[in-house]
Nanobody, 116 residues
Framework: QVQLVESGGGLVQAGGSLRLTCTAS????????MGWYRQAPGNQRELVAP???????TYADSVKGRFTFSRDNAKNTVYLQMNSLKPEDTAVYYC??????????WGQGTQVTVSS
């Protein structure tokens, strides 16, 4: 079993910043298999970061240049630094871990609300 605990969401004005944290416990093989998704009301859940493309790591187009994904292997923790937030970034943000069998584990979600 894998447990993912997220924190760091909240209410912020447009242009502000938030930092999301997700700590994993349990049968984690590698936190390289962790990432962040988000889901806005009425929308499908989308991958925010990291996106592996052509051997390099990138981000969803909508957050490029504003969000930064990072890992701390020693702490089994991943982060999402979100700067220059926009109202359209408002969503529930979920931490994800995919195991070697392709099974997805999800955190409980953390609400990010950006006011205009």
């Amino acid at each position: 079993q894998v447990q993912l605990v997220e924190s760091g969401g909240g209410l912020v004005q447009a242009g502000g910043s938030l930092r999301l944290t997700c700590t994993a416990s349990g049968k984690i093989i590698s936190i390289n298999a962790m990432g962040w998704y988000r889901q806005a009301p009425g929308n499908q859940r989308e991958l925010v970061a990291p996106i592996i493309s052509g051997g390099s790591t990138t981000y969803a187009d909508s957050v490029k240049g504003r969000f930064t994904f990072s890992r701390d292997n020693a702490k089994n923790t991943v982060y999402l630094q979100m700067n220059s937030l926009k109202p359209e970034d408002t969503a529930v943000y979920y931490c994800n871990y995919r195991d070697n069998f392709g099974f997805n584990y999800w955190g409980q979600g953390t609400q990010v609300t950006v006011s205009s």
